[in-house]
């Protein structure tokens, strides 16, 4: 049997949202249906956003303590609802999830990282997906640092991937020049790394904590660990077997 190419599929809140106030259903479906048609040649781990972006739309709390304390519990309430989500969407299309969480400390001892690995290749083996996100009800790094894009680099990492998709809200890095000109131009393949750090211009998205900086960075970690990344629209449909057969632009980080 051939061995299928591992995936590290990185999904932002903005993503996740269709840059709306509310988790888009009919995204996840996108993504399920891609993931399905591409099952006998790639198998999926996803890191997803999202839980905090759920929760806003059940509840307002109500707490005088500093707002990342009130992220982390509103992480807390939007997760369960999240996997559920995923659960019922990607079992409509005949596929098995299950949940992670993880902190960033766990990548810093041998024996946490030793888990993760033997945890999610007896998921993935079994057909399972894992659905990563950081464990913000203690861990705040997430809510801080930018959008999951350093823990799905790190995730990619440690399993050992072949490439790292992530997915935002642009046709990947554009050029400097051309977001001054605003006529945004994808640089389509990065090879020098130090000239694509020169054409990045941050900016923050709506729901997110990241911006391009961050995947950047992300992409730099994975590049480390001798990964491609892929910096695609995911607001589009079909953005993972469009970005295959090359039918959209985006940007490939070698």
């Known amino acids: 049997m051939q061995k299928k190419k591992r995936i590290l599929l990185k999904v932002g809140s903005n993503t996740l949202t269709k840059e709306t106030d509310n988790i888009s259903r009919g995204k996840i479906e996108d993504i399920a249906n891609q993931i399905a048609k591409l099952q006998d040649?790639?198998?999926?781990?996803?890191?997803?956003?999202g839980a905090i972006a759920v929760a806003k739309q059940f509840v307002k709390l109500e707490s005088k303590q500093k707002g990342v304390f009130v992220k982390q519990a509103l992480a807390s309430i939007g997760q369960p609802h999240l996997i559920r989500i995923y659960q019922e969407i990607f079992r409509e299309y005949g596929l098995l999830t299950s949940q992670c969480l993880l902190s960033y400390s766990d990548f810093e001892k041998e024996q946490s990282r030793t888990n993760i690995v033997n945890t999610i290749n007896v998921l993935v083996n079994n057909n399972y997906i894992p659905i990563i996100n950081e464990n913000d009800t203690v861990a705040t790094d997430e809510i801080k640092f930018g959008d999951n894009d350093k823990l799905g680099a790190l995730t990619a990492s440690l399993l050992k991937a072949d490439l790292f998709i992530i997915a935002t809200n642009t046709n990947g890095v554009y050029t400097k020049e051309s977001i001054e000109n605003e006529a945004p131009k994808t640089i389509e393949l990065v090879e020098?790394?130090?000239?694509?750090?020169?054409?990045v211009v941050n900016s923050k998205s709506t729901h997110g904590s990241g911006g391009m900086q961050s995947k950047i960075e992300a992409a730099s970690l994975a590049r480390e660990s001798n990964i491609e990344t892929w910096i695609v629209n995911g607001l589009e449909d079909n953005f993972i077997t469009n970005a295959f057969e090359n039918k959209a632009p985006f940007t490939k980080i070698k």
Not at 41 to 49: G, Q, R
């Open 41 to 49: 040649t790639c198998e999926f781990i996803i890191v997803s956003s």
């Open 192 to 199: 020098d790394f130090d000239e694509l750090l020169k054409q």
